[in-house]
Each structure stands twice: as structure tokens, then as C-alpha cells.
């Protein structure tokens, strides 16, 4: 039995939570989001908690007791707080900017890049060089993000490119001259 799907999942005040008809739906003040719920995984909501039930033992089921706890857990947290994700654009007069709903980043390329915001997401440029992606799914976060840093990854030599806030990025030596070789 999965250790993190037998974990009750607390629910804030504010937030409702349905499971019928093996779809799990959570509002929130933030929003609402929908999940199927597949295998043979039982959703039950007590008052303030919901539980995460599996109704065999099987590996398949096992694996989807954990899988659903966490995804439940984060829908939940989603409607109540939302998530965040952060990343700095690092290269000589490479910026972004908002021009109503797409963000335009000019990152060393020959042309501009449009980004369009996806429905759910809301991109902010608080300075030209810092991009935050918000909303409540944190799938789509994390996925908008990643296409975001795709633009322009950090190359290794001068760490130039799009990272997520506080990423290390592994600097590697340059060419050398052949002075002093024999």
C-alpha cells in the first residue's frame, strides 16, 4: 500500500470538493478544477479531509493510490493559494515584455519571440529581465514554464538563456591557447 496515498489531504475553509462518477472536482476562491480519477481508487470527502482509497491491492492500483493523493492534493492547493514559477532571462540586452497578452522576448535571435498566454496561466514581467507564470493548475505551470525556458535553454560556457529563479547552471571551461604546450 502507498504510504503517501494513505495521507489525508486537509481541506481549507472555502474550498468544496465532489467525487462522482470517478471525476473529482475541487472549487475554490481561485477557481475550479476537474480530474478523472482511473483504476480501481475510491475518493472519499469527510468534512474538512478527503481520503484516498484503494480497492485492491494490486501494483497498477498501488501506484495510482499515491499518484491521486498527490494530484488531489495539489488541485486543492491550487483553488486555495495557486502556484507559482519564477525565471530570469541572464544575456547582454536580452529582455521580455508584456504587450497585452503576449509576452515578446527578444533573446538574442534575429527576430522577436511571441509567446501567447494560455487560458488559465497569467505571464507578468515585473522588470525586462524576470518573467513569473501563476495560476492554479500546477501542471500547466510547470509545463508553461518549461516551454518558456525551451526559447533559449542556459548554455554552459557564459550561462546565457532563460533558467528558472535560483537555477545553477554548470559553467564549463573555455578553449585554451596552445601556449606552452609541446
Partial sequence: MSRIGKKVIAVPAGV????KD???TVKGPKGTLTREVKGNIDVKV???EI??????????????????????????????????KA????????????????????????????FSQPEGIKLECPTPTDITVSGIDKVLVGQVAADLRAVRIPEPYHGYGIRYKGEHVEHKE???SGKGKK
Fill in 16 to 19: 468544496g470538493v465532489e467525487f
Fill in 87 to 114: 525565471l530570469e532571462i541572464k544575456g547582454v540586452g536580452w529582455k521580455g515584455q508584456m504587450q497585452g497578452t503576449k509576452l515578446v522576448l527578444n533573446v538574442g535571435f534575429s527576430h522577436p519571440i511571441e
Fill in 174 to 176: 573555455g578553449k585554451t
Fill in 51 to 84: 481520503h484516498i482509497v484503494a480497492c485492491d491491492e494490486e501494483k497498477q492500483t498501488n501506484a495510482f493510490h499515491g499518484l491521486y493523493r498527490a494530484l488531489i492534493a495539489d488541485m486543492v492547493k491550487g483553488v486555495s493559494e495557486g502556484f507559482t
Fill in 22 to 24: 470517478k471525476i473529482v
Fill in 46 to 48: 469527510e468534512g474538512a
